[in-house]
């Protein structure tokens, strides 16, 4: 039967990008579609959220946090999680998609698999799950329902992250035990916690049941279930299928050790030890386990049940069961005929069994009633969530409620000052008068504001709108370290976290500060632009009655904006005499500053190392490098003050 046909997202094309074509399978959480992608033109997976979690805001942002998670983990044996969106009502993950079919699908065709087999299957299971450990993430619902085996023959791990998410939600809410009780270890039924070596247990009951076609615990009810997960071990699967070696059964027996401590301590430390026992086993090895299976049990009819009210469970009325007994020919023990008196007692018992089960029935189906038609009582209004807080409120109050404004929390699926949720929740009965509480929305969930300093305005405004942000206030101030127009710094900083709600400022360099030289030294002057990175050109003018050597006219003017790179004009006086109007000498500077005279040393430290080279060596030094890589200045060696010109300067570069 085709299940797509009455469903309604058949067809459709969520966020504008994936047209979904059918429906594959719907789980306890989500419904997987194969889809195409019509702006990359390929089949994908969308596994979408039911209505009741995709409403749990709480559900949302841990889904999302782990979709992340997921979606960071590459490795040949993962199903890639490509993206995660949501589209109105519908929150979804897009994944590969891989055809074929899942272990579970394998295991109901054979019954069991072989020894090599199952060691062979669990080995890029491992693999999976043990880079997913390597990275902080945690399974937690290991079972053959997760494992999708390709048509070439791959194996690949399905929903890293997602039992998580629904177990996060479900405990805080119910207390409930979340995940497939069958592989749960004792400490999630103890405590509700889970850590790699969780998924470790549920690797080996998987193995148990690869080995076996059961599961090691199996009662009528899940709690009973999880109860032997508790107090009992697993046992050896060489119980259920003889021939299997006693390494195999140490390692079913070491991966669900009752002990955290005493299983492996990750997936990659399992799969160690699974490759170490597969390799060790003869090529032959599963059909000899088949035969000795063959060999050393019989099939046989047991006899039907005694009839009465305490016959055996065996299997339907009047009919038999097939029993796997020893060949010695021992018969299975039956219970032994109950008494006429024993008959009746059983009968009247449960007779008054049935009469206190109607009395309850109808006390249950009265109260309900009257609880549904009394007029005590009301609904609260629809649509609450996504209103705004006073107008949520004047239409609870309009209904006779009273209503209660919690404190506020981030939401990414409702805007400021929106309703997240209500308390009792939108639809629920409550008495007149009570009260309902509203918690407003703080806006979208913090996230990392990124570090663009030292970036143009035009790339810092893209990479924070690309995050989700948006750019508040630009102001400008100078900066000797950043070139005009980057970014000097953000409010706030770079690495801290903000709801995307709130815009972040930006503080804009408008570059060094141009200096005051008229009337310097012509020579320390140029050492000094230089030293800020700046391209100089000095020109000589006939000094008339100035100084020798001394600063006439410069450009930019004093407090102008530069930035490393930019070129800048120096008119200084002739080095030659200069003469007052009469016939006094003011005297020539060309003696002091020969070759070998001491000169500033510009300080290069946090540049770039070729700036810091260009600026040394305009200064008349030498230049020597060295270091462990990298484009910076760390070290210099002179640091500053003077130098003899033709000296040797030493910089050290680093990252």
Known sequence: MDTSVADPLVGQVL??????????????????????????DRIVAIKVMHAGLASDDDFVARFIGEAKAAAALSHPNVVAVYDQRTDGEHVFLVMEYVPGRTLRDLLTERGRLGPRAALEIMQPVL???GAAHRGGLVHRDVKPENVLLTEDGQAKVADFGLARAESASKMTKTGL?????????PEQVLAGSADVRSDVYASGVMLYELLTGELPHRADTALAVAYKHVNEAVPPPSAAVPGLTPAIDALVTRATAHDPAARPQDANRLLGEVAEVFGGLPRDFDERVEEASRNQTA?????????GPYAPQYGPPGGGRTAVLDPSGTAPVEPPPRGRADRAIGAITGKYVLIAIGAIAAVILGWAVWYQTSGQYEHVPERIVGMKVADA????????????????????RVRKDQVVKSDPPAGARIAKGDTVTLTPSKGRMPREVPDVTGKS????TGDLRGKGFTVGRTSREPSQTVGKGDVIRTDPKGGAEQSPDV???LVVSTGMSMPGLVGTNGDEAANKLRAMGLDVKVDKEDPGDRQPNTVLRQDPAQGTGVSRGDSVHLVVTDRKCAFNAGPVHIGCDDGDRGQNASVPVPNTVGQNVKDARQALRSSGFKVKETGWGGDTVRFQNPGGGEAPRGSTVTIVRGP
């Open 299 to 307: 099939v046989l009819e047991t006899p039907a049940p005694p009839p």
């Open 457 to 460: 305005v035009e790339d810092a």
């Open 393 to 412: 409120k004047a239409k609870l109050e309009g209904a006779g409620m009273t209503v209660r404004v919690g404190p506020k929390q981030f939401s990414d």
């Open 177 to 185: 035990i979340i995940g497939t009780v069958g592989y749960l270890a």
């Open 127 to 129: 693999a999976a799950l």
């Open 15 to 40: 966020d504008g990008r994936y047209r979904i074509e059918s429906r594959v399978a719907r789980g306890g959480m989500a419904t997987v579609y194969v889809a195409r992608d019509v702006r990359l």
């Open 503 to 505: 815009p972040v400022d």
